[in-house]
């Protein structure tokens, strides 16, 4: 039996153009106290030697900012926030982020928004930069290869909404009942 010290943390995660930036600050409203990290600003305090997240050479560099983030995101919970999360936290680096929230005995839900191929390039090409200092991914090599990596989730097939459909405040509301309700609880 897990000990459970703070409040839940939500990773919400997705492809680019998913709608993680969108519909995670709506999750987070429904909250009394929460709070929205976007993993995409931790790679932004990078000012020297950075590498393309996407690239098998930005493993060490990723694994860092994931544990910042997480860290950040405990620190929180602890604090009585509930956190949401919202960057490309696929199931090939859950561990590094599960590892330093579980220093915190956080409450952790994982929930991946995947909508078809079709509508990420649509929404990647359509969108503006949100994280200053980051520019929107729009190349349609890097979004295909990242939407790929979310097909085949295995043991968390179960935790993937399809938000291809709807408006995002419908994918927030389904979104929030499975953390209210345990559904998608690591």
């Known amino acids: 039996m897990t000990v459970v010290s703070g409040a839940p943390v939500l990773l919400l995660t997705g492809p680019p153009g998913s709608g993680k930036s969108t519909v995670g600050p709506l999750v987070a409203g429904r909250f009394d106290h929460a709070a929205t990290l976007e993993a995409d600003w931790f790679f932004t305090t990078i000012t020297g030697g950075f590498i393309k997240p996407w690239l098998p050479a930005a493993d060490a560099q990723n694994h860092t900012l994931l544990r910042a983030c997480a860290s950040a995101a405990a620190a929180l919970s602890l604090g009585g ?16 982020l599960l590892d330093e929230l579980a220093r ?33 991914l729009r190349e349609a090599g890097p979004l295909r290869q990242l939407w790929e990596q979310f097909q085949d989730l295995g043991p968390y097939e ?26 998608h609880r690591l």
Do not use: F, K
């Open 104 to 136: 915190a005995h956080a409450d952790v839900h994982y929930v991946v928004l995947r909508p078809s191929v079709e509508v990420i390039l649509a929404r990647a090409a359509a969108r503006d930069a949100r994280t200053p200092g980051v520019s929107p």
């Open 158 to 183: 179960s935790h993937v909404i399809d938000n291809g459909a709807g408006d995002p405040d419908d994918a927030a509301t389904l979104v929030w009942q499975g953390v209210m309700n345990g559904t």
């Open 81 to 96: 926030y509930t956190v949401v999360v919202e960057g490309v936290l696929g199931p090939w680096n859950l561990h590094v």
